[in-house]
């Protein structure tokens, strides 16, 4: 079996969303959704260190669909729309989505976007594709998520498009069913979390915590 | 004081419920392989069988009380009503949609 | 054909029979503004489906931070449609709350209300479908609900109990209409076609009477269990997320089933003054009967308010922090002057005005439970809403924006009531809305 397991090293992200703007050129993400969201930890705007001066540090949470064993929204899809996959993704089929936003409100880590309006591409993509053409365009009305990118996965690169990019290197993927892959050295080795562990759901997504945080330096008083 | 036409339409659509949920649960694979274009999950149109069920299970008091003409086509005109509303919706809806 | 049958109607039968017999410039005014309004509604829906959901005020739950989202900031992505889809299930569950008592319980005094509360019924249930309708995405795909509908979907549950509830309602209708319809054809010679086809050979013999109120029997006691499934399944669409603080509770089924027949006594009581009012029919539905539903209307209110105190505590007491900050958002956050004026005024006074006769030994007065009963249906739609939306705008990790319904919304779900009023007089003017075998008693 295949066991499709993302790993993030939080230590390593620097908050940069070269991860999530490489997601949404892979996939033609509209204007207005992200796929792959970067959360910083000191509150609600990008770059909010957390604490109180001069004790704050500065850490982020990448977070994107975490294709959970136990979803809550394949089980609440009055259509089925979501269904989770052998090798574990979890796959929003966007021709049989209805759009009534259960998933949105079943996904304890508000992961779907919904397409509010006819999706707009920026830049006009009429004029330059940037998208993967094994992606289709969705329509208004749906609602989408991270893929693990399955068009790469079926094409046997194990690699989707937010691991590439990573300048960080903080991104890893494969096979936790294969001994032999990264993600389950890394597993092995080193402490991991999940999120949101208590809710059952079984998660794909595992977090290296932080082991060291920017902190800023001191100023010598000379 | 109930009839045989009542009782066969009692059981006509407690079968057709119990079918409805039966090839619902027989065809349930919400973790089949996925590919594009995609595969359904249970058998297509469970859910319609199950919903005809329910509503000639209920005209069974319509067959009690009725001619079996009229008791007909009351319970073709609850049918094709009922069908009717999605096929308005979606028709009037996909054109106007983008 | 029916030997010895009169012809000639009593003044009681007449006064029941007015609506149809009578039409006064009022009606015509009266359905011409609904038409005005219905059309704008229209419009509006169809500004909805040319331009998407971004027309409402409804938002995806997290987006990325607002500068770079282009204004689509994160917000609820359900609001008004789904609360006016739980009000009106709510005003469904009096139609067989009050016909299913009057028939199993033999309450013969409440006969006059049952046909006004039957004919909510079956206005509400199509409603709420509506509300549905307008709140998805994809309405052009509503088929796949049939086609690929999973049960294990509590919105499946929903199709299926309100699929249910409805047929029931309408064969129910009809089996008790079927001999005031036979009998409208002698008293209404010019409609004489249309009553004899719709009544289907009725014969109005005792066997046959007596045939139709043996079905009807055994179909009230099939609905009761129907209408107490409708509103729980609605209620588990929320109740069983456990992702949402403030959704996740136990309590929930209860709750909203109750809450729907207080919603659905107070609309029915609403309607009979309203009735009795404008087509004098104060010797039927008399006060006596009035101040029964009032008095069935006070007793599940005191439920309800209990059921909502349960709720607030166990919330509060020592919630965990999810859960205190759905609660904070609502009493001294961005809803706090929507959640205490709902307590103080839109629950307090009904509460005092129902409950004053008990207390104060005081004559009961029709006037002002009407009234009470129209800010209690008010007040609970405003109570749906704040279930519905506060949770959604408070996930896990901290508040993600504001939801204000738009002018378009808010058209829209009140194209809903318009249309519902229209269907209610069309049946007012088509067929008894007192069961008139209620009034030769």
Partial sequence: MTKLTMIIDLSRCIGCWTCAVGCKAENDEPIGIWWNRILTNGGEEMDTPSGTYPDVSMSYMPINCQHCDNAPCVKVCPVGALRKREDGIVFLDWDRCIGCRYCLIACPYGIPSFNWKPPVQFPDTSQFKIGNPLVPVRPVGVAEKCTFCFQRVDAGNLTPACIEVCPAGARFFGDLDDPTSEVSQIIQTTPTIRLREELGTEPSVYYVPPRNTARPQEVPSD | MTSVKTLSVLLLGLLLMVTGVSLWVLGDSTSVVVSIPLASTGVLWAPLIWILGIIITLSAALANTLPLKNYLTWLLLLVVGYLAIFVIVVSVTSVILP | MKKGYPTDMTAEEESVLQPLLKTGKGFYAFVGVLLVLIGWFLYCWYTQLSQGLIVTGMRSIYNAPNYMAYGVAGG???????????????????????????????????????????????????????????????????????????????????????????????????????????????????????????????????????????????????????????????????????????????????????????????????????????????????????????????????????????????????????????????????????????????????????????????????????????????????????????????????????????VTEVSIILGTFWMAALLYVVFLKMFPIIELDAVEA
């Fill in chain 3, 76 to 406: 609820s992505p359900w609001g008004v449609y789904v609360t006016t889809f739980i009000f009106w299930i709510g005003i469904s569950h009096a139609g067989i709350a009050i016909s299913a008592s009057v028939r199993l319980m033999n309450l013969k005094k409440y006969k006059v209300v049952a046909r006004i509360a039957e004919v909510l019924t079956l206005v509400a249930l199509p409603m709420a479908g509506l509300s549905i309708v307008f709140d998805v995405g994809r309405p052009d795909r509503l088929f796949n609900l049939l086609e690929f509908g999973r049960f294990q979907a509590p919105m499946l549950w929903d199709l299926s109990a309100v699929t249910t509830y409805f047929m029931a309602t309408i064969i129910y209708l009809y089996l008790s209409l079927r001999g005031d319809i036979d009998e409208l054809a002698l008293r209404i010679p010019r409609r004489e076609w249309f009553y004899k086809r719709l009544a289907m050979h009725y014969e109005g013999t005792e066997t046959e009477k007596a045939r139709h109120t043996q079905t009807l029997w055994w179909l009230a006691i099939a609905i009761v269990p129907i209408m107490v499934t409708v509103h729980s399944v609605v209620s588990f669409v929320f109740g069983l997320m456990i992702a949402r603080a403030g959704w996740y509770s136990t309590i929930f089924a209860i709750y909203f089933v109750v809450g729907a027949i207080v919603s659905g006594v107070a609309a029915v009581y609403s309607l009979a003054w309203i009735f009795r009012s404008l087509y004098k029919w104060q010797s039927l539905i008399t006060d006596e009967v009035l101040k029964g539903i009032s008095w069935a209307l006070r007793n599940v209110l005191i439920i309800y308010i209990y059921l909502w105190i349960a709720e607030e505590l166990t919330t509060n007491y020592m919630g965990p922090s999810a859960e205190l900050r759905v609660s904070d958002f609502l009493w001294s956050g961005p809803y706090a002057p929507i959640f205490w004026p709902l307590a103080i005024i839109g629950f307090g006074i009904p509460a005092i005005i129902l409950f004053k006769p008990v207390f104060a030994r005081k004559a009961f007065n029709p006037k002002l439970t009407f009234i009470a009963s129209i800010i209690l249906n008010v007040a609970l739609w405003i109570k749906r809403f704040i279930i519905v939306v506060p949770s959604l705008l408070n996930p896990p990790l901290y508040q993600t924006g504001i939801y204000i319904p738009t």
